[in-house]
């Protein structure tokens, strides 16, 4: 891609590189303006809302609440094959004593890894867990329960990606806060003649 963008830049062609959420949000656009910047292609980025704010708020979850999370972190969840033998970037000792929001993106594949690492470092088995399924679309589905529980709601459920990941207290939140798949045509098709 990032030669893509180099070759038709230098055509003289304005190019658009359209990412879903933000460029800079686990999006490799920081890579891809690099190699810009190096070509000496002049750019311009807009930034967006990443998913792990905006596809939450679609699914009625707020990632802070002044009663339960004063944080968010937003957390790969495409983890390389040795994530969970000691040998990962992710610090998983610190992440299962956090108290604020944690979003994993791109984890559904690794959503029983996850939640055991988790647990595995502290972290309450209890804690609430959410699995947003295409946030935001027609297609939205979410499913609910806690870091023991929640693999096995997702699989028999079907949960497959793209779906975040979201372990926090805030998830309780989601009966009172979700208005987008209570709406009356939520979900249908509506053809017009």
């Known amino acids: 891609i990032n030669q893509i963008l180099v070759a038709q830049a230098l055509m003289g062609r304005n190019v658009v590189r359209l990412?879903?959420?933000?460029?800079?949000?686990?999006?490799?656009?920081?890579?891809?303006?690099?190699?810009?910047?190096?070509s000496g292609i002049p750019f311009e980025v807009v930034p967006g809302?990443?998913?792990?704010?905006?596809?939450?708020?679609?699914?009625?979850?707020?990632?802070?609440?002044?009663?339960?999370?004063?944080?968010?972190?937003?957390?790969?969840?495409h983890l390389k094959s040795n994530a969970y033998d000691g040998a990962s970037d992710l610090d998983w000792p610190v992440l299962g004593?956090?108290?604020?929001?944690?979003?994993?993106?791109?984890?559904?594949?690794?959503?029983?890894?996850?939640?055991?690492?988790?647990v595995k470092n502290g972290m309450n088995p209890e804690m609430p867990?959410?699995?947003?399924h295409r946030a935001s679309t027609p297609y939205q589905r979410v499913v609910t329960g806690n870091l023991t529980t929640i693999y096995d709601i997702a699989?028999?459920?079907?949960i497959t990606a793209p779906?975040?990941?979201?372990?926090?207290?805030?998830v309780n939140k989601r009966q009172k806060l979700r208005f987008f798949?209570?709406?009356?045509l939520f979900g249908k098709n509506i053809i017009v003649t």
């Open 97 to 118: 004593k956090l108290k604020g929001t944690i979003v994993f993106l791109m984890g559904v594949k690794n959503l029983e890894k996850i939640c055991d690492e988790l």
């Open 163 to 170: 779906s975040l990941i979201v372990v926090g207290e805030v």
């Open 181 to 184: 798949d209570e709406k009356p």
């Open 129 to 132: 867990v959410a699995v947003v």
């Open 155 to 158: 699989t028999a459920a079907k």
């Open 19 to 38: 990412k879903g959420g933000d460029p800079y949000v686990f999006g490799r656009g920081g890579e891809e303006v690099e190699t810009l910047a190096k």
């Open 49 to 77: 809302i990443t998913s792990a704010i905006g596809g939450l708020a679609y699914a009625g979850i707020p990632v802070t609440h002044r009663d339960h999370a004063s944080s968010f972190h937003v957390i790969t969840g």
